[in-house]
């Protein structure tokens, strides 16, 4: 399992158009609209796709000027390393 949040910015007036299109990503969803242009976003792996798919659609969302990775976490267990 891997979760990430990202901050999205954009226009304030683009919020709607931004949040729609945020929300047919796969595994993503609008955890708060600032109401400035500032947008949380949390994504999260699931069957068939993997979260770096889902954030470079975000990066892909008309109006959104930037996105910043702003937290990641993983439960994956890695193997030891054999020394």
């Known amino acids: 399992m891997k979760i990430v949040s990202?901050?999205?910015?954009f226009l304030p007036h683009h919020a709607p158009a931004v949040c729609a299109a945020v929300a047919a990503v796969d595994g993503a969803s609008v955890a708060h609209d600032h109401g400035d242009g500032r947008m949380i976003v949390l994504l999260e792996d699931g069957e068939g796709y993997a979260v770096s798919d889902s954030i470079i659609r975000v990066h892909q969302v008309p109006h959104?000027?930037?996105?910043?990775?702003?937290?990641?976490?993983?439960?994956?267990?890695?193997a030891p390393e054999e020394v």
């Open 64 to 78: 959104v000027m930037s996105v910043t990775l702003a937290y990641e976490y993983s439960d994956e267990t890695l």
């Open 6 to 9: 990202l901050l999205l910015k």
